[in-house]
């Protein structure tokens, strides 16, 4: 009987997340469009099960048939995760953020940052740490984030959810349609035409 080899069981996507999502009418939603993955801290990302032996035996001429010798794949590499003492092969986020998966390696990054502008194309952007957009925020774009959000660019008539505060260094300009929500303080250049209600 031959065994089985060792394999990872992952509990986010690999390939990331990249397809936007269609309308009944055929059109495309582009604000469902997001290329990033979360994961919350201690959640579990991997585990691993060793291979199994197999049994050896004999053909029918009873000549010994020995079992096939199967090696152990080697321990994930990356950062932002971690593994128990008593639990080597289960792997768990060390902090919460956004998990990348590339060259056989994981990544959890506690802040996104965003190095263009972000549009309409883009359209909502959910994050479990902290981000920061360093170019402009079109109209029609909905932000979530669970900890703080800086944009060092102009801001149009956006929606804004923080868990933290809410920093615009060039100010927003919202046309009457811009909203923020901020647990924490809100900090702008300027504010004109926008609805903000800010717990700290």
Do not use: W
Not at 22 to 43: C, H, M, P, T
Not at 151 to 170: F, W
Request: glycine residues 12%; hydrophobic residues 35%; charged residues 25%.
């Amino acid at each position: 009987e031959d065994g089985t080899e060792g394999f990872y069981e992952y509990f986010f996507r690999k390939d990331g997340i990249k397809e936007p999502k269609f309308r009944e009418d055929g059109s495309v939603d582009y604000s469902s469009f997001s290329v990033l993955q979360n994961i919350q801290k201690d959640a579990i990302l991997a585990i691993y099960h060793p291979s199994l032996k197999g049994k050896a035996g004999y053909n029918i001429r009873g000549k010994f048939i020995p079992q096939k010798r199967l090696a152990e794949l080697s321990p994930l590499k990356g950062k932002g995760f971690y593994r128990k003492s008593d639990e080597p092969d289960v792997y768990l986020a060390l902090v919460g953020g956004k998990i990348e998966f590339k060259n056989d390696m994981i990544n959890i990054e506690s802040t996104h940052v965003i190095e263009g502008n972000v549009t309409s194309v883009n359209g909502k952007i959910e994050f479990f740490g902290d981000i920061l957009i360093k170019g402009n925020v079109e109209t029609g774009v909905i932000i979530r984030t669970a900890k703080s959000l800086t944009i060092n660019g102009n801001v149009e008539a956006v929606t804004i959810y923080a868990g933290g505060d809410v920093i615009l260094r060039k100010g927003i300009q919202g046309a009457n349609k811009a909203k923020i929500f901020a647990k924490g303080s809100v900090y702008a250049e300027f504010i004109e035409h926008t609805t903000i209600e800010a717990l700290g």
